[in-house]
């Protein structure tokens, strides 16, 4: 009876174990179709990161592209202005005259024109006459020698130098005095 007991347990396991077997790929094809699909997803999730980078570097590279195409637009509108002036005194010129307004008319464009520079970020370096050259700052346009003034000293100016936010836009150009040439040695003349 033992025996008989045993194998119908046996075989009741075997049955078991038969519709667990059918029950087994069924439970796995299920869960290989949700990763699937869940695979799936994070495809589609990737690739629309992935396009969603791409259209904001073109975004990007093109809002860069059009503020360094349209950057001196605010420079160049208020520019306009001194061209207005500029017109203005050659009409005022062809009016006849003693000439005394349009020098008036050029002095108060000028004065507009250098107000523009300064509000855009563009400085006028001091008068660097009677100093010694600079070199970082000036620009030695011409040599000349000079009685009373010491070797590498700026004699006068003949161009302005300016800043931009505290960058050289253009030096000065100067003229440096040279050091003092001696004349002919006494003991060599004859």
Avoid at 33 to 40: G, I, M
Avoid at 174 to 188: F, H, K, L, Q
Wanted: aromatic content about 4%; glycine content about 6%.
């Amino acid at each position: 009876m033992a025996d008989e007991k045993k194998e119908r347990d046996e075989s009741t396991a075997a049955a078991d174990r038969a519709d667990a077997a059918p029950d087994e790929p069924t439970r796995l094809a299920e869960e290989l179709a949700r990763k699937t699909e869940e695979a799936a997803a994070n495809h589609d999730r990737y690739l629309r990161a992935v396009a969603e980078a791409e259209n904001w570097k073109k975004r990007l590279q093109r809002e860069k592209t059009e503020s360094i195409r349209y950057a001196n637009e605010n420079l160049l509108r208020d520019l306009l202005q001194v061209i207005d002036s500029l017109e203005l005194a050659l009409e005022h010129a062809d009016e006849g005259g003693n000439g005394k307004s349009v020098v008036e008319g050029l002095q108060l464009t000028l004065r507009l024109f250098r107000d523009i520079l300064q509000r855009h970020g563009v400085k006028e370096l001091e008068n660097p006459t009677g100093r010694p050259f600079d070199p970082s700052t000036q620009e030695a346009g011409a040599i000349e020698e000079k009685a009373g003034a010491a070797a590498n000293t700026v004699i006068r100016s003949q161009s302005k130098g300016y800043l931009y936010n505290d960058r050289l836009l253009r030096p000065a150009r100067v003229v440096v005095a040279s050091a003092p040439t001696r004349g002919p040695d006494p003991e060599t003349v004859h």
